[in-house]
């Protein structure tokens, strides 16, 4: 049997020509196979370009959530390292309190008080999350996730309340240290410390007769007898005011210990300071004498509170 053939005809409006294509059964076949072929791989390039694009468009999405979620991350490290700076500064001032009270303390008892050095800052220990926590499970996982929104919100408000909390803590401490250092300024102008030490044979307020006008006047300070050359101490830290000759106290050295406390030592023999000069309690600084209104060795020793003659012996350990 003869085989068939197909006849396709190709008609050229613009030429108003005809072509004859004869096609056999074979060649149809392989032509419709190609055809079929070229459908299924042009189906197959849409459809992956499809998936690829949406692969695509999730990879953007998950790329730009972990980019927020970086953000997040970095506010909250930068919030968690002012909250770290603000701990350690309120430590310091505890730690500060706490040295200012002992310094008052012993400056109350009347022992001598020594400056304590700050401790060395201890860094914080680190912590490896991934050794010590354990992995979530996918449960776990897919909650947080529903959560995250309202969990990074508490979170930034907690970290804000901490912050808020240790601020007006910072500020109390603050507060509290400053009064601490105006006690301690205050206790270390007290003159506490016995210029010399040795028997008062005349006492604050008594009556003396004065060699000027030959009348009485009450006694503004205590006399302290000691050998001639004995060292005079300074009863608290100061600055000297005063330094020289007075006619009633003949050599005379003033100090002055801040808060309205000073102090007059009269009657000494030498004097190794000039004012201006800073000294410090127990500092030798002039030795008795006898020199001025005055008939035997001894050191006339006054303290006053802002110009005001008090008794002496209120002050003296």
């Known amino acids: 049997m003869a085989k068939k053939a197909y006849t396709v005809l190709i008609v050229s409006q613009k030429a108003a020509q005809v072509k004859k ?13 190609i055809l079929g072929i070229g459908i299924l791989v ?31 991350i970095h506010l909250f490290l930068q919030k968690i390292n002012l909250l770290e700076e603000q701990l350690n500064k309120l430590k310091e ?39 010590e926590t354990p992995p979530l499970k996918e449960d776990e996982v897919s909650i947080l996730e529903k959560e995250r929104s309202r969990l990074v919100s508490h979170l930034h408000q907690d970290l804000l309340e901490l912050r808020r909390e240790s601020f007006y803590r910072a500020q109390s401490l603050q507060e509290l240290k400053d009064f601490l250092q105006a006690q301690k300024s205050i206790l270390l102008s007290v003159p506490s410390l016995w210029p010399v030490f040795g028997p008062i044979t005349s006492s604050f307020g008594e009556t003396r007769i004065t060699s000027s006008s030959g009348g ?13 050359g004995t060292p005079v101490l ?20 003033c100090i002055d210990h801040g808060n309205g406390f000073s102090t007059m030592h009269g009657h000494l023999k030498e004097i190794y300071v000039q004012p201006g000069d800073r000294v410090f309690k127990g500092q030798a600084f002039a030795t008795v004498g006898i020199s001025g209104n005055s008939t035997g060795p001894h050191l006339h020793y006054e ?6 003659r008090v008794n002496p012996t209120h002050y003296l350990n």
Do not use: C, N
Request: net charge positive; charged share 30%.
């Open 42 to 72: 042009s189906s197959y390039i849409i459809y992956d370009y499809v998936i690829y694009q949406k692969q695509l468009a999730e990879i953007q999405a998950l790329r730009t959530e972990t980019d927020s979620q970086q953000k997040e």
């Open 234 to 253: 300074a009863p608290a830290d100061g600055v000297v005011s005063f330094a020289g000759w007075e006619s009633d106290y003949g050599r005379l050295v």
């Open 93 to 131: 001032m505890e730690k500060q309190v706490e040295r200012d009270l002992k310094e008052i303390t012993e400056l109350k008892k009347g022992k001598k008080v020594y400056p304590v050095a700050p401790r060395k800052k201890t860094p914080p220990a680190t912590k490896e999350f991934g050794k």
């Open 303 to 308: 303290v006053r509170i802002h110009g005001h």
């Open 216 to 228: 009485t006047k009450p006694h503004s300070g205590v006399d302290i007898s000691v050998p001639q």
């Open 21 to 33: 294509l004869i096609l056999s059964p074979l060649t149809l076949k392989i032509s419709a196979a």
